[in-house]
């Protein structure tokens, strides 16, 4: 039986105790659990909790490691065009995650080729480690972010859930991807059994799972993560990501693997269009 709650008025908790108990419903207690229970049910279902209860947790160390990221970003870096942060640092608001992954948007490119950027990225991370901040940083410049972001479904992914702490970061309200670039991000996840570790084998499901998100027009990180959950348990999820996983463990998330990139593949050939448009909120 449902017990009294804050999210739940009484008669909604009469109704519902009524059809729990197989009590003979009303015609007016049907039209109240058609019209009114169940939609507020689906809603409250929705809803993650567990993410927001993180984002409205006051965290007093946020301020100090924001601060210190953007003194080091533009202490190493001219013509800052934006800093922001993403992934489960924003979503667990800094109360459990690995490392911190930064984007930096700069308005020009300060490299003439690709080593002296990374050289500059291999720096600032060094010197961010001096004061205990381990970064997964990725340097743009703008007109290659510009023209970069709409058709890269990773880099959509990865911005859903972030926070920029310096300046302005500006998107696109859809995105464009191309038909080509699903394929690739699905023959990626075609993976070398015996050296797979834990990890990666969870990302190459992470990646398939995505593209059929992406094929569906969606583009939403806690649904894509509560899919995984769901399909393969929260406990093995967990012993994968970790690489705490037994050999039964792996056993099963190949051939979980091998059957969502064959009808992912079969997704993917049977789409007509070259690129799909997906709305970017």
Known sequence: MVQESLLLTKRETEVINKKLSSAK???QDSNYLSRFVRPKLREMNSIDSRGLLNKLDYNPKAKAIEKR???LVLKNLRNVSSITIYGSVVYNNYHDYNDIDVLVIV???FWKKLAEKYQRIVQIKKEAKRHGLNLD??????KTFCNSYPINISLVY?????KTIYGALKLPSKVNIPRLELRMKVDFSI???EDLSGLELYRA????????????GIIDNIKLNKIIEDELGINLVNRLRSNNYSRTDKKIGLLYLEQLLKDTLKRIKQARWAKISISNP
Do not use: G
């Open 25 to 27: 419903l009303t015609q």
């Open 69 to 71: 990221l953007k003194q």
């Open 107 to 109: 308005k020009k490119k």
């Open 137 to 142: 940083l990725e340097v743009y410049d703008e």
């Open 158 to 162: 990865q911005l859903k859930n972030r």
């Open 191 to 193: 993976v070398d059994e």
């Open 205 to 216: 499901i992470r990646n398939s799972w995505l593209v059929n998100l992406a094929l569906d």
